[in-house]
């Protein structure tokens, strides 16, 4: 005997307690839809390990640019003369925008740091 909603609905209905009964081929059934689904839980569950700890490197090198750039912005910025203010400033956003920074640094301020030394009389041409 197959269970059936209306079976069920009748047994509702008559307040009757007795347990549907299951049948083998409904337990086989179930147990091959659940197989994959296991089979693609573990997949995805390795994937996320993966990702996680690419996600973790990626913020640590985030980090470390960040404090090479805030290092950067708050030496050149000292050299040039600038208050804390103005050197907490752009340390900040040094920091939060790191990879644009460096590269900015990269191209524009070390020709102006050069100069400055050479001016102050720190370090000659050739030094550099």
Known sequence: MEFTTFKFLQMVLNKETTEPKVTE???EDVIDAVKPVEQKTEVVK??????????????????LLGA?????????????GWNVIGKVFFAFFAFLFNQTYL???????????????????GVEEGDM
């Open 103 to 121: 590269i900015s640094h990269l191209f524009h301020k070390m020709d102006l740091l050069q100069f400055i030394q050479e001016a102050i009389g």
């Open 68 to 80: 090479f750039a805030s290092f950067l912005s708050w030496t050149s910025n000292s050299l040039i």
């Open 46 to 63: 390795t994937e996320k390990k993966k990702n996680s700890v690419v996600f973790y490197l990626l913020i640590a090198a985030w980090l």
């Open 25 to 27: 081929k409904f337990e």
